[in-house]
C-alpha cells in the first residue's frame, strides 16, 4: 500500500498563488503516475493534473492549463502542484491519487489510493 498526506493548502487573495505537496510513504518502490484532483462544496470530485512516473509526460484539466503546474522529485518521493493567478472557482479541497504504472499520462487517473485532501480558499 502507498500513503499520501497532501500539504500546502490554506487562504489566498485571488491572484496569489500557492504549492500543494504530496508527500508518499509505503510502497513507493514500485511505479506510479499522480495526480491532483480537487473536490469543490457540493459538487464531485475533478481530476486537476497527472504526472508520469518519469516525470516527462503531464497532462492537465483546460480550467488550469497556462496556471498551474505539476512536477515531481522522486527522490524524495513528493509531488508539487503549484497554483498561479488562483481565481474563487478553484476554491476546493485538493487531493493527490496513485497509480501503478510505468505508461505516459494521457488523460484523467482513476487512482488507487487517495490522500485525505488540504483546503484551498481563494478569496476574491
Known amino acids: 500500500q502507498v500513503q499520501l498526506v497532501e500539504s500546502g493548502g490554506g487562504l489566498v487573495q485571488a491572484g496569489g498563488s500557492l504549492r500543494l505537496s504530496c508527500a508518499a510513504s509505503?510502497?513507493?518502490?514500485?511505479?506510479?503516475?499522480v495526480g491532483w484532483f480537487r473536490q469543490a462544496p457540493g459538487k464531485e470530485r475533478d481530476f486537476v493534473a497527472a504526472?508520469?512516473?518519469?516525470?516527462?509526460?503531464?497532462y492537465y484539466a483546460d480550467s488550469v492549463k497556462g496556471r498551474f503546474t505539476i512536477s515531481r522529485d522522486n527522490g524524495k518521493n513528493t509531488v508539487y502542484l503549484q497554483m498561479n493567478s488562483l481565481q474563487s472557482e478553484d476554491t476546493a479541497v485538493y487531493y493527490c491519487g496513485v497509480k501503478q504504472t510505468m505508461n505516459a499520462v494521457i488523460g484523467p487517473l482513476r487512482p488507487d489510493y487517495w490522500g485525505q485532501g488540504t483546503q484551498v480558499t481563494v478569496s476574491s
Open positions: 509505503g510502497r513507493t518502490s514500485s511505479y506510479y503516475a
Open positions: 504526472i508520469s512516473w518519469t516525470g516527462v509526460s503531464t
